[in-house]
């Protein structure tokens, strides 16, 4: 029994250190996995409590070659992940990656991440139906901007 565990790790210990590290570069590179929706019901006026809104989810993937997502364990000034609002090119910059841990001998990094937008505002004045389109960008403790992506046309209920 001893034998066949023995061979059994040094099997597993054989294969594990034939696994190549994925080859990624330094810089952040992000991909559009999926959003929750395609329309919300925005909010008018910060005034109307009565209305029901949708929350908005967006979810991309990422990679980091040398794995220096996220902010420091007690920096929370670092926003790191940036989104954009097409109708007015404002950038909301509210959103904060955490320490992601190194898993592993590389330091490379892939995972999903998902953002949730919890109201989205309609201008004075807008039409019943607006449209937006949100460019997302991640920014590395080394100051790397990823790639830009956008997301699919959001059109908003403002009605």
């Known amino acids: 029994m001893k034998q066949i565990l023995f061979l059994g790790l040094l099997t597993m210990t054989l294969i594990y ?22 329309s919300v019901r925005a909010q008018i006026t910060p005034s109307d409590p009565n209305r029901e809104l949708d929350t908005l989810y967006i979810t991309f993937s990422f990679t980091d070659g ?5 902010g420091g364990s007690f920096d929370t000034t670092n926003q790191n992940v940036q989104l954009i609002d097409s109708r007015i090119g404002l950038v909301d910059a509210s959103f904060r990656i955490d320490d992601l841990p190194n898993a592993g001998v590389t ?20 039409e019943p139906r607006d449209t937006l389109i949100y460019t997302i960008q991640m920014i590395d403790r080394a100051g790397n901007l990823s790639n830009e992506i956008q997301t699919p046309p959001i059109e908003l209920i403002c009605d």
Do not use: A, H, K, W
């Open 17 to 38: 250190g034939c696994i190549e590290p994925p080859d990624y570069p330094i810089e952040p590179v992000i991909e559009f996995v999926e959003m929750s929706r395609t």
């Open 66 to 70: 040398d794995g220096d997502l996220g």
């Open 107 to 126: 330091n490379g990094i892939s995972g999903e991440m998902t953002v949730m937008i919890p109201e989205i505002f309609c201008f004075p004045n807008s």
